[in-house]
């Protein structure tokens, strides 16, 4: 090759758009994941990888993937944001709010791609749904107004309920106010007294057991999914109704759950990575709210607990466990 034909070549290469060399199959690219909760939960490494393979990215060939686990811990999901930075991935994966909260105040140029997150215009993670700005874009699970629809669903079961506890951890959900304002309303309407029940270590789990006096709603909150057997646990000493936030809590032993895929919330996710990783910026993908709720019911256990489900209640339930 001349000179000339080699000036023309770097040429081309500099008029190239970003997203056309990112996509250069040599390059390996490097992925950081912080997530509340472990990494073999509901959320796990195992359905992301099948998710960005989808998309050609692979373990072991064109990406490398860090993933740190919270477990709940709050100031141990800053730790490991801190480790994460420190690594400086093309992309982060932020898995529910305290994980996002922590990765923004250490990064605004990293690209922030979330999931499973509540009402990020409230919590300042995002300018508008549409035009998030900055470095940070993704998926949300729920919003405010969401919560007045879960006390109407538990207050219809029967003996009719006349006190619901709002459960929670205000280090790892602090949106939770948000959605209080919205039960408190819903509960005016239904003429249902809210107690907010927070919960940060086990000994408040475990003295939900006494509250049989009422119902539980679980708002959306890793601590109470990395803690769910002694939630669960509780509850059912208590004999009480409960609503939560996650069909697995159901397909465990609870009564209702009216909530998202969280699967498919990783599947979306893995889109807007490989989006980003090709060239696109985060500001210019629009945050996205779910698609699609379902609701779960356990007659088991309204049977165990002596309680009866109506029959319009069921009649709208995507499943029924029996």
Known sequence: ???????????????????AL????NATRRLGVLSVIASDGVIGQARLAEALAVHGWKEQDNLRVDWRSGAGDRARI??????????????????????????????????????????PVSQGFVQTLAHPGGNITGFTDYDGPLAGKWLEMLAQVTPKLSRVFVVYNPATAPFAPLM???????????????????????????????HGDGGFLVLPDFFTMANRAPLLAAIAQARAPAMFW?????????????????????????????????????????????????????????????????????????????
């Open 246 to 322: 996650s069909r697995i809590f159901v397909d465990e032993g609870g009564l209702m759950s009216y909530s998202t895929d969280s699967a498919e919330q990783l599947r979306r996710a893995a889109n807007y990575i490989d989006r980003i990783l090709r060239g696109a910026q985060p500001a210019d993908l629009p945050v996205q709210n779910p698609t699609k709720l379902e609701l779960a019911i356990n007659l088991k256990t309204a049977q165990a607990i002596g309680v009866t489900i109506p029959p319009s209640l069921l009649a709208t339930a995507n499943d029924v466990i029996e």
């Open 180 to 210: 209080l304002r919205t039960v408190e309303d819903a509960a005016r309407m239904l003429g249902v007294t809210v107690e907010p029940a927070p919960v940060h270590d086990a000994a408040s789990l475990a003295a939900l057991a006494s």
């Open 1 to 19: 090759m001349n000179r000339r034909e080699c000036l023309v070549l770097l040429g081309v290469i500099a008029a190239m758009p970003p997203s």
């Open 78 to 119: 800053a730790q490991l944001a801190d480790d994460l930075i420190a690594l400086k991935p093309d992309i982060l994966l932020a898995l529910g709010t305290p994980s996002v909260e922590e990765l923004r105040q250490r990064t605004t140029t990293i690209p922030i791609v979330f999931a499973v997150v509540t009402d």
């Open 22 to 25: 990112a996509q250069q199959p």
